[in-house]
């Protein structure tokens, strides 16, 4: 069974560019979460969604940061302008309903120079 | 306060020992808990849900003391491969915010 997919798994950039992550939640999971994970500070929870409508954004950093789920099968973080401090791994996850048990995609490496 | 504490270690014990982590919630309404285990470089993965009443799975044991706001998670006879950061989680009230602990590395040495 295909997991959760995310592209692209590296992403190199400058600072003030645009980047798009995307990610593909399982089939049937009506729940998708968007993370960051970094030495400091650890996984923060972003942004989840519950049948493509945002719940809560509270855990987006900044207005640079804003995501989508224009449908069932398809989300997208998006930065713009990015930052180097911006640089972590960004994982997307997944679950059948609500916060029960969380499918995680391989997540993003995301760096900007 | 942080919503959830865990002792980051690293925890450092020879195969085949017992080892015991414990994780601590500041909201007591706080709905579910997981334990998750997260190789280096990698994502993090389901270990166990986490009941009141306590849930075994192998050589795991999972235990919930809502009173005291704590959750701990057992490992008997450790493996190599249980070599990990485990990684503590509190779902907030209403079923959806997620909140990770910052994690406890275990390493298992031969």
């Known amino acids: 069974d295909a997991g959760v997919i995310q592209s692209p798994r590296h992403e190199v950039t400058e600072m003030g560019q645009e980047v798009t992550l995307r990610c593909k939640p399982i089939?049937?999971?009506?729940?998708l979460f968007w993370y960051r994970q970094t030495m400091m500070r650890g996984l923060e929870l972003l942004i989840y969604?519950?049948?493509?409508?945002?719940?809560?954004d509270s855990g987006m950093p900044e207005d640079r940061f804003s995501a989508k789920m224009p449908n069932a099968s398809f989300s997208t973080l998006k930065i713009q302008p990015s930052e180097p401090r911006d640089s972590a791994v960004y994982f997307c996850a997944s679950s059948q309903q609500g916060a029960q048990p969380q499918h995680f995609g391989d997540g993003t490496r995301l760096s900007i120079l | 306060r942080k919503e959830v504490e865990q002792d980051p270690g690293p925890f450092n014990v020879p195969e085949g020992a017992t080892v015991a982590f414990n994780c601590t919630y500041s909201n007591s309404a706080s709905q579910s808990f997981f334990w998750y285990r997260q190789d280096c470089r990698k994502e993090p993965k389901l270990l166990m849900s986490?009941?009141?009443s306590g849930n075994e799975d192998g050589r795991f044991t999972a235990q919930l003391n809502r009173a005291s706001q704590y959750i701990s998670l057992l490992i008997r006879d450790s493996k190599l491969s249980d070599s990990a950061t485990y990684l503590c989680?509190?779902?907030?009230?209403?079923?959806?915010?997620?909140?990770f602990g910052a994690g406890t590395r275990l390493f298992v040495k031969a």
């Open positions: 969604f519950n049948n493509n409508v945002p719940i809560d």
């Open positions: 986490v009941y009141s």
């Open positions: 989680v509190v779902v907030a009230p209403g079923g959806f915010k997620t909140i």
């Open positions: 089939s049937g999971h009506n729940s």
